[in-house]
């Protein structure tokens, strides 16, 4: 498992590699002064040149991506060019926010995704399995500003349940944003889970335990699910890196002060160190999830143990 492990981590590098090079071009490409947007439009021509040389704007772009490079290794985005803060602190201290959020988004979308799956499986094409699957098509198409800006006016304007923005450390700041979030990854896990257990439930081992007279409840949960659960895990990791990063309608209609508003202000502003920085970062969070997931199938199918030896 170990070397499996490392082969992974090291497989990953020509990938970050490749983001990085890809996110420092499209930065550097697109129209705009970083140093005019810091100085401002009325700046006098020396300034701005003095900045430009200063920040190493008049370098090649293979030279300033060479040198950002040598630092992004030890983990060292550099400063941001608007807030004069090291970038490594700027995520550190909005991480925790987004952090927070995606992982009740997350658990609300098991929690809750995974039961109604296998409720529709063992009862297929029943009235709850119809209505489940219509409600997940509806979350799967519904738009997150769209559903957003509904929950507050329902919860907070009109029934003044839960408040409309902020994040004070109570838990009702947070359930209309993890709500609103996780509703995608609901809808996602449930078709899923509903899919697999299908298929699952026409094994022969299912039927022959049938015929054995195993309960129905022990079918489904001891033989069937275990099974079932290994495509959902694989959609569960990946709906949790997307959360993390793809939180940013959410945390702007909801005034979260997550890492998603603040890649919006780093791209605003042409902020080039601290965008790249943040896009470096959701890579890392996602390969380490995407391990993550490939070493719990180990867990839940012991036959998979001898790929990794």
């Known amino acids: 498992m170990s070397k499996y492990i490392i082969r992974r981590l090291l497989s990953v590098i020509p990938v970050l590699i490749g983001i990085s090079i890809f996110v420092f071009l499209i930065m550097h490409l697109t129209p705009g002064d970083p140093a005019r947007l810091m100085l401002g439009e009325s700046a006098p021509a020396d300034q701005l040149e003095a900045l430009r040389q200063e920040l190493g704007l008049n370098d090649p772009l293979p030279i300033q991506y060479f040198n950002w490079m040598k630092k992004a290794v030890r983990l060292d985005f550099g400063r941001s060019l608007r807030s004069k803060k090291l970038v490594t602190s700027e995520i550190m201290e909005r991480l925790p926010a ?9 658990t609300i979308s098991v929690l809750i995704g995974i039961p109604v799956g296998i409720l529709s499986a063992s009862k297929p094409n029943s009235l709850f399995d119809n209505a489940a699957m219509l ?54 896990i449930a078709r899923m889970t509903r899919s697999t257990m299908l298929e699952v439930l026409q094994q ?59 890649v919006v202000d780093a791209i605003n502003n042409k902020d080039f160190p601290l965008v790249q920085g943040t896009i470096m970062t959701f890579a890392i969070m996602y390969a380490l999830i995407n391990l993550v997931v490939d070493v719990l199938y180990a867990v839940l199918d012991p036959r998979l143990k001898t790929r990794y030896n």
């Open 135 to 188: 409600a997940a098509l509806s979350g799967v198409g519904m738009p997150a500003f769209w559903q957003g800006i509904m929950l507050i006016l329902i919860f907070s304007v009109w029934l003044g349940w839960f408040p409309s923005s902020g994040r004070m450390g109570g838990l009702e700041y947070y359930i209309l944003p993890a709500f609103t979030l996780g509703t995608r990854s609901m809808a996602s």
């Open 98 to 106: 987004t952090g927070e959020l995606a992982i009740l988004a997350v």
């Open 204 to 262: 022969d081992y299912i039927r022959t335990a049938t015929a054995k007279g195993v309960a129905r409840l022990r079918v489904i949960f001891v033989h069937a699910l275990r099974n079932a659960l290994i495509p959902v895990v694989t959609m569960i990791g990946l709906q949790f890196g997307g959360l993390m990063a793809g939180a940013v309608l959410t945390e702007t209609i909801f005034a979260w002060p997550g890492i998603g508003r603040l």
